[in-house]
């Protein structure tokens, strides 16, 4: 079997340094004795000199100084023997590979620092993240158990409410347990709403295939009356593994205050180097004056948290959300996705 140079390197080259820089020394002091010392030729030769100069340096930093002082002497030397003068030529020489050996070690002890501070503050962070990552965990179960009593809690308020309703015909009465109830209702239906959204940024990012999301969204829509189409390509997207609840909750929203609609397409196109998912409905559409509106913060008729939680969500890997439908003739969400943030696949590929 054939050595390939990657293995040669590993072994003579990374995994034995000195032995390799012995080998060189040998190498560039051989080459002195027999191409300067007796061929004559005083130039060409001391060009591997710099190359082991910069290896010295790359794997021992200003020591090699200390190496180019010694070929710089030894230069000098065999020049002597040679001429039996000294010359500024070889001392000249001598001072070049000094100055280069100081110069790159210089920049590799400036590179050298720089890799361990940022390998420190990479490990840093890694151990921040784990941190947060355990005490978003913690947090997610005490949330849990919080809302799992709370709503066994509100069933029993809500049934108690009921029995009162039963005990009393006071009109009054029966008019202030129905705004009771609601009330009931309405925190019911934000603590399972939370349930959905409580781990927003709390798993890392992953890369989302638009079609296949599609056909998940597909097997669980049960409108007959509305048709569900798709025209986007074999694209996958960089976004919170929380994606799909966007897709649903725009879904959910057509059907809560669409009105009449009849039709509900994702689409995508570009948009210089930007892709752009397209959600439309064939809906009453959203009037110009909330547009912004809808993605404040409790604006809505349900929990008033959906769109506003949709680009938290979004906005984790840099995308971005907004409304540019014509009220009347539907609605028309787009989202915006930098470049680094989709990418085009094939559909044999593995997702």
Not at 183 to 212: C, M
Not at 268 to 286: M, P, S
């Amino acid at each position: 079997m054939p050595i390939k140079i990657d293995d040669f390197c590993q072994v003579f080259i990374i995994k034995s340094k000195v032995r390799s820089l012995i080998f060189f020394i040998l190498l560039g002091v051989l080459l002195e004795i027999i191409v300067h010392y007796y061929l004559k030729i005083p130039y060409a030769y001391t060009h591997l000199f710099y190359l082991i100069i910069i290896l010295a340096a790359i794997w021992f930093k200003r020591y090699a100084v200390y190496l180019a002082f010694f070929f710089g002497m030894l230069h000098i030397f065999v020049f002597y023997l040679n001429e039996g003068f000294l010359s500024f030529e070889p001392v000249l020489r001598a001072i070049m590979l000094c100055v280069i050996a100081f110069i790159a070690g210089s920049v590799v002890e400036c590179m050298t620092h720089f890799r361990d501070e940022l390998a420190f503050q990479n490990q840093e962070l890694e151990t921040t993240k784990e941190a947060f990552r355990m005490a978003n965990k913690k947090l997610n179960l005490l949330s849990s158990i919080t809302r799992h009593d709370i709503l066994n809690h509100l069933t029993s308020l809500l049934g108690y409410m009921d029995i009162s309703e039963d005990m009393t015909d006071n009109p009054a009465h029966r008019d202030l347990i129905k705004k009771e109830q609601q009330i009931a209702d309405a925190i019911r239906r934000q603590l399972e709403f939370t349930r959905n959204y409580q781990d927003i940024g709390v798993k890392e990012p992953i890369w989302h295939s638009l079609p296949e999301q599609f056909e998940e969204i597909q097997k669980t829509f049960c409108h007959e009356s509305i048709h569900l189409s798709s025209s986007m390509g074999m694209i996958q997207i960089y976004a919170d593994p929380l994606f799909p609840l966007i897709c649903h909750n725009l879904i959910d929203n057509s059907i809560r205050h669409g009105g009449k609609l009849q039709n509900i397409l994702f689409s995508t196109r570009k948009e210089g180097d930007n892709l752009v998912i397209v959600y439309e409905d064939d809906g009453c559409g959203i009037p110009v004056g909330e547009k912004e509106k809808i993605f404040e913060r409790g604006y809505g008729k349900n929990t008033g948290m959906g769109l506003f939680l949709s680009r938290e969500i979004l906005s984790i890997t840099g995308l971005s959300m907004k409304e540019t439908g014509v009220f009347g003739t539907g609605s028309r969400f787009e989202i915006i996705v930098p470049p680094d943030c989709y990418r085009y696949y094939q559909e044999s590929s593995t997702v």
